[in-house]
């Protein structure tokens, strides 16, 4: 391929990002009027203003859309939990840091955490982004509480997830972001026994949280 044709290319593959990002931004839009489950393809295209033709171009229909910004608003809100999780701490402090950091990113993207706690169940028979979430909590129940032998997240992790997930659900959907950071002290407090773990160090919640980004 010449030079040429990669920046052509490259220019094609911009494109079509921006677009992709309008109709999501369109999606999130048409769900601030209307229950998710009944959200029409139309509605959407109204509510991004797009050209005719343009969503074909990129979905084959609404739940594919619909998944596509699902799946796009988790890896966003679970970004700073990652980067939050890598750092080595002791495991009560892993905890509640990554804890600030998974409140503090659903409080800065209110849309994208009302799409995939609220909104992803009601549109996805198999919610399967409501399922990915509470699977990544589980694996970070399981991480801290390092089991030697275990192979992955048990039931016992998983419903400790199912709850936790849950009730922040509950709490956006009561109170929308409204004091969701300040969950963490609770959230940690209930955990640490549950996992057993070593409270030696200081679990001052505010001492060390990721700092979320809210552009």
């Known amino acids: ?13 911009a494109a079509r990002a921006r677009e992709r990002r309008r109709i999501v931004a369109g999606l999130l839009a ?37 998944d596509f910004a699902c799946e796009a608003a988790l890896d966003t809100l679970l970004g700073p939990v990652v980067a939050s999780w890598s750092v080595p701490r002791p495991p009560a402090r ?5 804890l600030a950091a998974l409140l503090g990113s659903l409080a800065a993207r209110p849309r994208l955490a009302e799409l995939c706690l609220l909104h992803s ?9 409501y399922r990915r979430l509470v699977g990544a909590v589980a694996e970070l129940l399981l991480d801290v509480r ?4 275990t192979a992955g997240a048990g039931p016992g992790e998983k419903a400790l997830a199912r709850g936790l ?8 959907a009561d ?26 160090h200081p ?13």
Not at 121 to 126: C, G, I, K, N
Not at 146 to 149: L, N
């Open 94 to 98: 892993r905890l509640g840091d990554a």
């Open 121 to 129: 169940p009601l549109r996805q028979p198999d919610r399967r982004t």
């Open 1 to 13: 391929m010449t030079e040429g044709g990669s920046s052509h290319s490259r220019a094609e593959m």
């Open 30 to 66: 048409a769900l601030e009027d209307r229950d998710p489950a009944a959200l029409r393809e139309c509605d959407v295209i109204v509510a991004a203003d797009l050209p005719p033709g343009t969503f074909e171009a990129h979905f084959d229909d609404l739940d594919a859309c619909f």
């Open 175 to 200: 109170r929308r972001t409204d004091g969701l950071e300040r969950l963490q002290p609770r959230l940690l407090a209930l955990l640490v026994p549950i996992l057993e773990l070593d409270e030696s």
């Open 146 to 149: 390092a089991q030697p032998g």
């Open 165 to 172: 997930v849950g009730f922040i659900g509950a709490h956006l």
């Open 203 to 215: 679990l001052d919640p505010f001492d060390s949280r990721f700092e979320v980004d809210t552009n």
